[in-house]
């Protein structure tokens, strides 16, 4: 099963989740097998409103959520009202304290 295939699989069909962005799959293939479940497991959890996110604040940083996926990894998604999670990115909160000191 590819990267794609077992995305759609833990998406689900009630569509909690849009389509992970190209960029966010090539990231998804660097990651242990690991840290890929707890991307899955946050997005999910955060999309069914069982989890909180740590907002972020800033501009252009409206709806923006940051979620602890594995010890070592930062998933940042979207959540408007009425619509889908985005997920936008995936980082190591080192990376993520030299570009916005948030992590």
């Not at 989740?17 to 479940?37: K, Q």
């Not at 409103?49 to 998933?75: C, K, Q, W």
């Not at 979207?78 to 993520?96: N, S, T, W, Y």
Request: no cysteine.
């Amino acid at each position: 099963m590819g990267l794609r295939e077992e995305i759609a699989q833990e998406n689900g069909h009630d569509r909690l989740v849009a389509e992970i962005p190209d960029w966010v799959v090539a990231a998804l293939d660097h990651v242990t097998p690991e840290e890929r479940a707890g991307v899955f497991a946050a997005v999910e959890a955060f999309a069914r409103h069982e989890v909180e996110g740590t907002i972020l604040s800033g501009p252009n940083l409206d709806h923006f959520y940051m979620l602890h996926a594995a010890p070592e990894l930062r998933v940042i998604v979207r959540r408007e009202p009425g619509a889908p999670v985005e997920v936008e990115d995936i980082a190591r909160p080192g990376a993520m304290r030299t570009i916005a000191g948030v992590a």
